[in-house]
């Protein structure tokens, strides 16, 4: 390799030749002064929780946190809006040195007699963990007291990475919320979604196959969910995991306390589709269920063939660079890239784990690079060594590679475009022509015209 | 509401430090603090300005918390220097730092001598983010880099121009353009070119542009100082008039006609110069325009908000001059100083938080909002249009270009205004 790394980020990246066994480095705490593109426990823990929109998300903590984290994210909800708003309490000085647990009770109270939500979460930050507030106490005090599920969670900054928060997050759900209710036992096809956030609208794209099939959706995790929902989730039949980085962790705790079985889907791409909706076919073990599920994708795919067909044209050969948060979706990526004719030449996330990395080696092409926890530097670096065609990446990464003339996609949580679902991936494409075809690039690249008026 | 705050109308210090020292040349800052506040201060700053911004964390981790942060601040100047190459860094605390206890200073003068770093200037800033807001902190790193830098010398020709208050790259600009014209000047923090760059053949790591850090130790060898801003930076004013001798002044920010004035009068007393004539036609330029637009605007009753008092109150002084009504002037971090200025309000808010402004906002009669991109749910809920100024703006393009200074961007700001309420009224001929 040929890039100038720190030398403690070197391992972190590697190129794929043929069999070879090496991962690259990974599961690290960031290195200081890297300008990672890492964000932090409470920032973990607010992506899995934020989507419950009946919720009331109250920071704990100075300004900032509750500043940056306001109505930042594209999951939409179909009703209530009480999510889209910030809430915090605004530790001042004093609060810091006398403690922060007098006004977090106060705070509290109001919420509750004013709004009077099913639940309110409740986030430790970092100064919370810092000052020994005890989070548990004051909610368990207020929930004693009003009746209102109130939420501790605990995701001071500085514990560990959004891993750790995304930890806190279904601690929480698995301590607070599931089981709390009962549900309908009568019907034997409910799953649960996990990990599908209804970022720009995914969700509604792909409840209407499960309902074709015959399957009902109990709760979803957490993308349009209302609290009440989450309660009685255990009465589900099955848990389809797809942000595998953020949920696996409760599906796992859910399987062991009521032996639910999960399976891993995805609801992007054309085969993350076809396997997701055969995969819960399959478990249910209905004839007609599968039956149904194959005409579907059978039709699906009739569908979108033409349009698909369309862009494949317009980008085949180009190259693409995937920059994700986690491998769920980095991996889908590549796959819907060599759909479109597209070779991926870089791919990265900020938090893979070692399976994450083996599958993402597995299904990358030969001479591609694989970095984990990459800074800008390196990115900007790489992606002009390795003449990457488009990079799919977050609002952090868009304006660098703009900087570098690459055209860019868009595939966060603050995304405008839903990509879930069959007509997702025809949306994908549409947005990575629009991006890659642009005439900016030429102008961009072009010399400056001498002649123009004579 | 007493003990929550309700959809936050400011942000915290380290922001505003790490725009500050954005506009030194050849510098970058390191948050000492957990990951998040860094990423989460790029991911503000990114989307408002549109650029790329790097910032780097000592990133924290529970260990360090315990134990003290030194180590970790130490390895990331150390990778920040290799990496980066920067002439200057700045170090800002953050309220993880502050109440952990970190001494910066010292952690910074060990690290330089176990480095043997004597060529890179590191300035370490105090900006916990559980007092203040945003213009503190851009305020306290302006300070802090004055006193590291600046130099009390024989003083010269020489005008310091320095923003205290959320003003853009385009602004700055502008601001340079004018001061041309009279006297030899240093504006510092300069970040017209870092926050508004460019495309560049080869992209750098750090932009082009900035005071230049020669310029910034000159500040003290200027014998007058302008300070653009009247509700924050006093801790400036007095920097330059007590410890460098520079005769400082705080001006309002020069929108609309009025404060233009004021600003040129000023420019011309301090250097002994006249207008120039094509500044003076410019301001017939806007009187022009200002009549153009009299019938429109007249009577509109707008709400004003944001989180720094003076872009506010400067905002609210361009809609009197319009003939407008402010129904609303409110700033969200406590400001003293705003509220002693009183606005030309029927009602003040300060503090106040979205939350609290919504409500006001729908007991009165509005035509108008101007503020930042969080006035969207007012916006919204009223069906009135809200014309987006201040930090942040994250739903339009352009933020960093926005330009409402001088008689030029005032001439800009009264047709946007009456354009936006024909737009609204739906009129479709003209307006006599």
Redesign the interface.
Known sequence: MTLEVLKDRRNHIIKKRGEMEDLPACEKESLAGAVSQRACVYSGARVVLNPITDAIHLVHGPVGCASYTWDIRGSKSGEAQTYRHSFSTDLQEEDIIFGGTEKLYRALNELVARYRPPAVFVYATCIVGLIGDDLKAVCGRVTEETGCTIIPVQSEGFKGNKTEGYKAACDALFDYLIGTATGDNNYPYVVNLMGEYNVAGDFWAIEPYFKEMGVRIGATFTGNAKVNDLRSAHYAKLNLVQCTGTVTYLAQKMEQKYSLPWRKVNFFGLEGMEEALLTTATFFGNRLMLDRAKEIIRQEKKRIFGPLIFYKKRLQGKTAAIYMGGAAKALALIKAFKLLGMETVLVGTQSGKRDDYAQLMAEADDGTVIIDDANPAELAEMLTTLKAGVLVGGVKERYLSYKLAIPFVDFNHDRTSLFAGFDGLVNFARLVDTTINSPVWALVRGKFERNAFI | ????????C???Q??GAIIAFRGIEGATT?VH????????????L??HF???I?????????K??VYGGAA??K??????L???KPALVGVTT???TE??GDDVNRIVNEFKAEEQVNDVIIIPVST????GAMVDGFNLAVEAALNVLAEEGEKKNCLAVIPAANITPAEIREIKRIIEDFIPFIFFPDYADTLD?P??EE?P?IFPGGTKIEAIKRVGSCRNGIILGVCGGKNLAQLLTEKFGVAACRLPLPVGLKATDIFFQTLAEITGKTIPAHYQWERRLLLDALIDAHVITYGKRVAIFGDDADLVLALAGLAVELGMVVAICAVGPSNEQFVRQGAPAESILNPVDF?ELAQAVRKTRLDLLMGNS?GK?MAKEKNIPLLRFGFPI?DRLGAGRQQIFSYRGAIQMVDLIANTILENEDLFVSFS
């Open positions: 509401m007493n003990y929550v705050t309700v959809n936050p400011k942000t915290c380290p922001l390191i603090g957990s990951q998040g506040c860094s990423t989460y201060m790029r991911l503000h990114t989307h549109a650029e790329p790097d910032v780097a964390s000592s990133a924290l981790n529970e360090d918390t970790n601040l390895l990331a100047l150390k990778n920040v290799a990496r980066y953050t309220c993880l109440t952990m916990p983010s559980y007092t760059a495309f560049f992209l790591l939350d969080k749910f994250h």
